[in-house]
């Protein structure tokens, strides 16, 4: 029982030991450990030699790199589990350290990932970035951008020069300095920290809004990948439920629906090719929806007014066709509420406060919305998709 208990903590400083030699840290110049130091209110002296710099950031890194939620309040801590889809009310028996554990348990990450990311930062740091924030660093650091310039060519282009950006400069970029942010202005970087859920500090300079945006970055790009995980998820699920609603319609509803929609049925079409035809313009429909939204060329959490009605799903649509056909339309305002609800609360997740006040509208909106949905159809018609 000794040994055992002799054993376990020295497993535990083995594991750190190893740890902490492979972490990011151990490769960054001086002034990258000083500039992670003061991003993170960390108090060094000055001078100071590199390995009492790497000794302070060793000791700060698990709490602020890898486990930042440690230091979170209660509200926060419960704030997360309810975003990640689990209960979130605190019970007598949630102390903080429970708390804690839950949302280690279900964190964005592992912590093998977290070191990792931080060995790789221009992998990840771009990504939270607008598409104008995007273009003007290129065309600052004459990056050429063949056109179109798509968000994903701006942000494989960017990644590809940042290194040498950096170099060019006479920088580090392993932990960026201020060159990163240099076409940005102090209300992009405000901009940045508002729409990213994280407070400006005050009083603020140039110097302390890069700063934690900086400090941030990791943080905001892990949200913004979880809602893009929980996008997908959800649009399969819809997609699958669509399906299943297809497949249990008779040969009379599919050419209903054709008819309704304005879909052109083949001569001698069969139900079974029917019923894929249905299905395949649906889908089809959905994909151009998507790509819309994922393809503008605005910030993907600041949507020009006149396209934030391409995330509303057709699907309240097709729904409705089959509740009215049950008598019930009660049930088919109840099903559009729903669907555009829940349309709604995925736009209301990225930041769309226009989608908010129209979720807000609630039953008597719902109307308006699924004509906005009808609206959008009108390209379907004749197979243009």
Same mark, same amino acid.
């Given at each position: 029982?000794?040994?055992?208990?002799?054993?376990?903590?020295?497993?535990?400083?083995?594991?750190?030991?190893?740890?902490?030699?492979?972490?990011?840290?151990?490769?960054?110049?001086?002034?990258?450990?000083?500039?992670?130091?003061?991003?993170?209110?960390?108090?060094?002296?000055?001078?100071?030699?590199?390995?009492?710099?790497?000794?302070?950031?060793?000791?700060?890194?698990?709490?602020?790199?890898?486990?930042?939620?440690?230091?979170?309040?209660?509200?926060?801590?419960?704030?997360?589990?309810?975003?990640?889809?689990?209960?979130?009310?605190?019970?007598?028996?949630?102390?903080?350290?429970?708390?804690?554990?839950?949302?280690?348990?279900?964190?964005?990450?592992?912590?093998?990932?977290?070191?990792?990311?931080?060995?790789?930062?221009?992998?990840?740091?771009?990504?939270? $970035?607008?598409?104008?924030? /995007? +273009? !003007?660093?290129?065309?600052?650091?004459?990056? =050429?951008? @063949? #056109? *179109?310039?798509? %968000? &994903?060519?701006?942000?494989?282009?960017?990644?590809?020069?940042?290194?040498?950006?950096?170099?060019?400069?006479?920088?580090?970029?392993?932990?960026?300095?201020?060159?990163?942010?240099?076409? $940005?202005?102090?209300?992009? /970087? +405000? !901009?940045?920290?508002?729409?990213?859920?994280? =407070?400006? @500090? #005050? *009083?603020?300079? %140039? &110097?302390?809004?890069?700063?934690?945006?900086?400090?941030?970055?990791?943080?905001?790009?892990?949200?913004?990948?979880?809602?893009?995980?929980?996008?997908?998820?959800?649009?399969?699920?819809?997609?699958?439920?669509?399906?299943?609603?297809?497949?249990?319609?008779?040969?009379?509803?599919?050419?209903?629906?054709?008819?309704?929609?304005?879909?052109?049925?083949?001569?001698?079409?069969?139900p079974r090719q029917l019923r894929a035809l249905v299905r395949k313009r649906y889908?089809?429909?959905?994909?151009?929806?998507?790509?819309?939204?994922?393809?503008?060329?605005?910030?993907?959490?600041?949507?020009?007014?006149?396209?934030?009605?391409?995330?509303?799903?057709?699907?309240?649509?097709?729904?409705?066709?089959?509740?009215?056909?049950?008598?019930?339309?009660?049930?088919?305002?109840?099903?559009?509420?729903?669907?555009?609800?829940?349309?709604?609360?995925?736009?209301?997740?990225?930041?769309?406060?226009?989608?908010?006040?129209?979720?807000?509208?609630?039953?008597?909106?719902?109307?308006g919305v699924v004509e906005q949905v009808r609206g959008r159809v009108e390209g379907?018609?004749?197979?243009?998709?």
């Open positions: 029982m000794r040994i055992t208990k002799i054993l376990i903590p020295l497993a535990f400083v083995a594991n750190a030991a190893v740890t902490s030699s492979n972490a990011a840290y151990n490769k960054w110049h001086e002034t990258e450990l000083e500039r992670w130091l003061a991003d993170h209110d960390v108090p060094f002296p000055t001078p100071s030699d590199r390995k009492n710099l790497e000794t302070l950031v060793q000791e700060k890194w698990q709490a602020y790199a890898v486990k930042p939620y440690q230091s979170w309040s209660t509200e926060d801590l419960l704030g997360y589990l309810k975003q990640k889809g689990f209960e979130a009310k605190q019970s007598a028996e949630d102390t903080q350290d429970a708390l804690v554990t839950r949302v280690r348990d279900s964190w964005y990450e592992t912590e093998e990932e977290a070191q990792s990311a931080w060995i790789n930062v221009k992998d990840w740091i771009l990504d939270t $970035w607008s598409d104008s924030q /995007l +273009k !003007a660093f290129c065309d600052r650091h004459g990056i =050429p951008v @063949p #056109q *179109p310039r798509k %968000r &994903d060519l701006l942000l494989k282009k960017a990644r590809e020069s940042y290194e040498m950006i950096a170099r060019k400069t006479g920088e580090t970029a392993a932990y960026p300095g201020s060159w990163l942010y240099e076409s $940005w202005k102090e209300s992009d /970087l +405000k !901009a940045w920290l508002t729409t990213h859920g994280f =407070p400006a @500090p #005050q *009083p603020s300079t %140039r &110097d302390s809004l890069i700063s934690s945006v900086r400090r941030n970055s990791r943080l905001a790009y892990l949200r913004m990948r979880a809602q893009a995980d929980r996008r997908a998820h959800d649009a399969q699920n819809a997609l699958t439920r669509t399906y299943q609603l297809i497949d249990s319609w008779s040969e009379a509803e599919l050419r209903e629906f054709c008819d309704k929609w304005g879909i052109p049925i083949p001569k001698g079409t069969s889908a089809a429909l959905v994909r151009a929806e998507n790509s819309a939204h994922h393809h503008a060329h605005h910030h993907p959490l600041h949507p020009h007014p006149e396209t934030t009605s391409i995330i509303l799903p057709p699907a309240p649509s097709i729904t409705s066709l089959v509740t009215d056909k049950a008598g019930d339309p009660e049930m088919a305002v109840s099903e559009h509420a729903t669907r555009v609800r829940e349309a709604f609360d995925r736009a209301v997740r990225d930041g769309w406060e226009w989608a908010c006040d129209k979720a807000r509208e609630g039953v008597d909106g719902v109307k379907w018609r004749g197979g243009e998709l």
